[in-house]
């Protein structure tokens, strides 16, 4: 009996040494994996610049008679379009709905957040997507044909692009304190996609990096917040290495400014961190 209780013993400890480094191997040599799901992608929202043009824009729908401009279009209702510039528009046209995303405006989370998103852009969210149906001398139809919310009245739309969607390589975690490149790109978290206050993991955020510092979708930053100094003395204070936060995947880039979804976060990251190029 002791001798079968012993055999079991000695079975029962390798397997436990084996499952820790079974573990380890998997989260170091994952196949890579999409950074974002379908719908995360095409709902992401962006910043512009120049701001987008209105030349296209939703005035209403399908069982809207009293003209209400809070009414709103679910997938398989159709809108009404108005097209301020005459442009050729044909029948099987895809178009994204937007909107200006005023909400990352009403709460201020750092310090010149404002100046800061003024200089890379304007802000705006990803609605939806339509489908025109009927083309006319009395107007334009469409057919929503996927939602991120609610369209209503007064939404503009822009040629559809698909988005396509980066993979990326699980890895370990980050140095923590691992000392910052001088030599690559740095920048900041401008702002997170619903102007969430504190950002995780699969958050949408919004960096003031773009087609001007060469950043392509795809390529990983890491995000790092520089803490206050810390009193040494009389009038006198030292400074604190950077502590890394998480990563990032760019999912998108435009002229000053990129989107990228958080796939690591060690603690709460906030909109007004920093960001480097990795």
Same mark, same amino acid.
């Given at each position: 009996m002791?001798?079968?209780?012993?055999?079991?013993?000695?079975v029962f400890l390798a397997a436990s040494a084996i499952v820790p480094f079974a573990q380890e191997t998997q989260t170091t040599s994952l196949a890579p994996i999409p950074a974002a799901t379908r719908s995360q992608a095409d709902c992401t929202g962006f910043i512009a610049s120049p701001p987008l043009p209105n030349d296209l824009s939703v005035i209403g729908?399908?069982?809207d008679d009293t003209h209400s401009v809070v009414r709103q279009f679910i997938p398989g209702k159709s809108v009404y379009l108005s097209n301020h510039s005459r442009e050729n528009v044909a029948v099987g046209a895809e178009?994204?709905?937007?909107?200006p995303a005023g909400e990352i405006?009403?709460?201020t989370r750092y310090t010149g957040q404002g100046t800061a998103l003024g200089k890379v852009g304007k802000p705006y969210e990803d609605i939806g997507r339509v489908k025109v149906t009927h083309v006319n001398s009395e107007g334009i139809v469409a057919k929503v044909t996927?939602?991120?919310? !609610?369209?209503? &009245?007064g939404d503009?739309?822009?040629p559809f692009q698909p988005r396509p969607i980066p993979e990326y390589t699980v890895t370990k975690p980050l140095d923590h304190f691992a000392p910052l490149?001088?030599?690559k790109p740095q920048g900041r978290v401008a702002a997170a996609r619903s102007n969430f206050g504190f950002i995780g993991k699969y958050n949408i955020v919004y960096l003031n990096l773009g087609e001007n510092t060469g950043i392509k979708a795809g390529q990983r930053v890491r995000i790092f917040k520089v803490? !206050?100094?810390? &009193?040494?003395?009389l009038l006198q204070r030292q400074q604190t290495p950077p502590e890394i936060l998480g990563e990032a995947v760019v999912l998108s880039v435009q002229a000053k400014s990129c989107v990228a979804i958080v796939v690591a976060s060690y603690r709460e990251i906030a909109a007004g961190d920093g960001v480097q190029l990795e």
């Open positions: 002791r001798r079968i209780f012993f055999a079991l013993a000695v729908g399908e069982d178009y994204s709905v937007v909107r405006f009403h709460t996927f939602a991120c919310g !609610p369209i209503s &009245p503009l739309l822009m490149d001088a030599d803490l !206050p100094s810390h &009193p040494t003395g």
